[in-house]
């Protein structure tokens, strides 16, 4: 379900992408270090965003590392890391555990289920670390099966589910700035639910599965339906920056306000132009 707050690279300054590039590959050199290579297949996008939105706001130390990696071994790669950087690897291993058996109880995807089981054994660590965000993810769990199971359409419902637990992974430390901070990750969750929702509602009304969209891809025609989607990702989006422009940003506002304005927008368009051509 994640991975939808993306970059737009063509509107990106090149000192820009390749500090953008250095917080991605430090992310994933922390997942590595703590969790193998298990982990690394875990990052994705939005927990990279977590990390550059903690560190422009906090400002602490990192340190600045040059590695290889398994995707790219013959070139050596800039990776910043610390404490926010464990941070965001440690939630993405989270909400990854619980995504990937997701997965398996939608898909009976074998792969999945095999790489949740690798996961599963770093739980308890993650529960006594951070009770208060593997509780939030647990709630979520529990209450969107509860929605789903009742066949409860209503696109606030689904998708607040989603917002509540993304603003508990948003906030780092319950401090001076939690209020923007849950206010970004609350709207930034009902952003990622519904883009998803959106990526694989064709799928789902040929499956059966549950999908608040349904309702408005039947009744509408396509372009009115992709208008009706866009309106309401605007609003989340919306919303998300606005409380992101009250936070003291200055360090990397430069790449955070490219992945608010521009890039998640560019995902939609290539969602949209791939779903045109499914129908």
């Known amino acids: 379900m994640f991975g939808y707050i993306v970059t737009n690279k063509k509107e990106m300054k090149p000192e820009d992408v390749k500090r953008y590039q250095a917080f991605y590959c430090g992310l994933c050199r922390a997942l590595k270090e703590r969790y193998g290579k ?3 297949v875990t990052l994705n996008y939005d927990m990279t965003f ?3 939105l903690l560190n422009a706001l906090y400002e602490p130390d990192y340190r600045q590392e040059r590695h290889a ?3 790219h071994p013959a070139k050596m790669h800039d990776m910043y890391m610390n404490e926010i950087t464990d941070y965001a690897a440690d939630m993405g291993i989270l909400l990854s555990y619980y995504n990937l058996m997701d997965d398996w109880k939608d898909d009976r995807n074998a792969k999945s289920k095999a790489l949740a089981k690798l996961l599963e054994q770093h739980y308890g660590d993650l529960k006594n670390q951070y009770p208060r965000q593997v509780r939030a993810v647990e709630d979520y769990v529990r209450e969107l099966t509860v929605c789903e199971t009742e066949g409860d359409f209503s696109l606030d419902r689904a998708a607040g589910l989603t917002g509540t637990m ?3 992974i948003m906030l780092w430390k319950e401090d001076v700035w939690e209020k923007d901070l849950r206010r970004i990750g609350f709207f930034l969750g ?3 639910y ?3 929702a959106y990526e694989d509602v064709i799928a789902d009304c040929k499956s059966g599965s549950y999908n608040p969209w349904k309702q408005y891809y039947h009744n509408e025609s396509g372009e009115k339906f992709n208008r009706r ?3 309401i990702l605007n609003l989340m989006m919306a919303e998300a920056a606005k409380a992101f422009e009250k936070l003291p940003i ?3 506002a430069d790449i955070l306000r490219n992945i608010l304005y521009a890039g998640s927008w560019n995902k939609f368009e290539q969602m949209k132009r791939k779903r045109e051509k499914k129908e």
Do not use: P, S, Y
């Open 38 to 40: 298990a982990g690394q």
């Open 50 to 52: 977590l990390t550059i």
């Open 166 to 168: 993304m603003a508990e």
């Open 250 to 252: 200055i360090q990397d």
């Open 229 to 231: 989607v866009e309106d």
């Open 69 to 71: 990696c398994i995707m």
């Open 194 to 196: 519904l883009m998803d």
């Open 190 to 192: 009902k952003f990622i």
